[in-house]
């Protein structure tokens, strides 16, 4: 049996986005090295819509990596020119 699937263009805040819509990206924003290098080969793959990098990571366990936090935003803002 043959599955055949079928996805039209959504518009997602102003944008024409192909459905699906491939968000992708490391787990945790560890570097800005990191960042544009990762940001860089997806942009090579072609079909990624956008980047995504974790900046904030909730932990239950004290003294664990929470992540990077706000300065990371800018790695990703620039990642994104």
Known sequence: MDTVLSFEKQRVIGLDIPRPLIISGPCSAES?????ATAKELKKLGTV?????GVWKPRT?????EGIGSVA???IKTAGK
């Open 73 to 75: 935003l800018a790695w």
């Open 32 to 36: 800005e090295t990191q960042v544009m």
């Open 61 to 65: 366990r004290p003294n664990a990596f």
């Open 49 to 53: 819509h956008a980047l995504r990098a």
